[in-house]
């Protein structure tokens, strides 16, 4: 008799879909499509921690073209009753009702706390969380402005809106490579580890099991002062890295063909 597989569940960031400075996008596109493929028989659920696509925005009714077969396939797994949660990150933070309606995906826009087989777990993109700088305030309010947004949707035609989109995407990466951010920077300089450092501390004994981050682009797996672990996910563009949490060890995995 065939046993079933024990469930699982999954966790994965920054694809950057579409992105002008990754000429490697669409193969990396089929790649995950391999790896969803692969986990499918045990996903218990997904959670995708922002930037999946280099830059999204939905018009009234228009949405970017691309990424077709991404989009089917995370279709089809809701189809087949496997919850996917998409945790809206600084590049899709203007991903709204589409993901929901036509492919039956759990769109968040803020961190949120969730209970997985028994353990709590901390979930967010995490662009802005524990950054004080006046530039990261600037552009959260920037593009969670609604009179931006609505200035964005019906002031500029959606060619060159998305046009400017992928253009300053492109100009950000670039921005990053060359202050040669993409790296770990010690536990003093990361924002992420001093956000969940306050954190733990603040609520004690309350604290969640997990701390999970994407936005940062590395592979990091933090043990904070008490019993939490912070896990940053890496990317999925050079590590093609991905969390995977059975209910009794979170690991960090690489996927290899």
């Given at each position: 008799m065939e046993t079933m597989?024990?469930?699982?569940?999954?966790?994965?960031?920054?694809?950057?879909?579409?992105?002008?400075?990754?000429?490697?996008?669409?193969?990396?596109?089929?790649?995950?499509?391999?790896?969803?493929?692969?986990?499918?028989?045990?996903?218990?659920?997904?959670?995708?921690l922002g930037d999946m696509i280099d830059f999204w925005y939905e018009y009234p009714r228009v949405v970017p073209k691309g990424f077709t077969r991404f989009f089917g396939k995370l279709s089809r797994m809701t189809d087949a009753g496997i919850p996917v949660y998409w945790l809206a990150g600084n590049h899709d933070t203007w991903l709204y009702s589409y993901a929901q309606e036509e492919m039956g995906i759990k769109v968040i826009h803020k961190p949120c706390e969730m209970t997985l087989f028994g353990k709590r777990f901390f979930l967010a993109h995490g662009d802005g969380l524990g950054d004080k700088s006046l530039s990261s305030k600037f552009l959260h309010w920037f593009f969670h402005s609604k009179i931006n947004q609505f200035l964005f949707s019906y002031i500029l035609p959606p060619a060159w809106g998305i046009a400017f989109g992928q253009a300053w995407s492109k100009h950000s990466y670039n921005k990053r490579k060359k202050e040669d951010v993409q790296h770990y920077l010690g536990e003093d300089k990361e924002h992420l580890i001093a956000f969940a450092k306050a954190d733990v501390t603040e609520k004690k004994d309350d604290a969640p099991d997990y701390y999970v981050f994407g936005h940062r682009h590395i592979l990091l797996d933090f043990q904070l002062p008490n019993r939490s672990r912070l896990m940053i996910l890496g990317d999925w563009i050079k590590e093609f890295s991905y969390g995977v949490f059975d209910g009794e060890f979170f690991d960090l995995l690489q996927f290899e063909d």
């Amino acid at each position: 008799m065939e046993t079933m597989a024990a469930k699982r569940y999954y966790f994965v960031s920054d694809a950057h879909f579409g992105s002008l400075a990754n000429e490697q996008s669409k193969e990396n596109e089929r790649k995950m499509l391999r790896w969803l493929d692969s986990i499918e028989p045990d996903c218990e659920a997904l959670f995708m921690l922002g930037d999946m696509i280099d830059f999204w925005y939905e018009y009234p009714r228009v949405v970017p073209k691309g990424f077709t077969r991404f989009f089917g396939k995370l279709s089809r797994m809701t189809d087949a009753g496997i919850p996917v949660y998409w945790l809206a990150g600084n590049h899709d933070t203007w991903l709204y009702s589409y993901a929901q309606e036509e492919m039956g995906i759990k769109v968040i826009h803020k961190p949120c706390e969730m209970t997985l087989f028994g353990k709590r777990f901390f979930l967010a993109h995490g662009d802005g969380l524990g950054d004080k700088s006046l530039s990261s305030k600037f552009l959260h309010w920037f593009f969670h402005s609604k009179i931006n947004q609505f200035l964005f949707s019906y002031i500029l035609p959606p060619a060159w809106g998305i046009a400017f989109g992928q253009a300053w995407s492109k100009h950000s990466y670039n921005k990053r490579k060359k202050e040669d951010v993409q790296h770990y920077l010690g536990e003093d300089k990361e924002h992420l580890i001093a956000f969940a450092k306050a954190d733990v501390t603040e609520k004690k004994d309350d604290a969640p099991d997990y701390y999970v981050f994407g936005h940062r682009h590395i592979l990091l797996d933090f043990q904070l002062p008490n019993r939490s672990r912070l896990m940053i996910l890496g990317d999925w563009i050079k590590e093609f890295s991905y969390g995977v949490f059975d209910g009794e060890f979170f690991d960090l995995l690489q996927f290899e063909d």
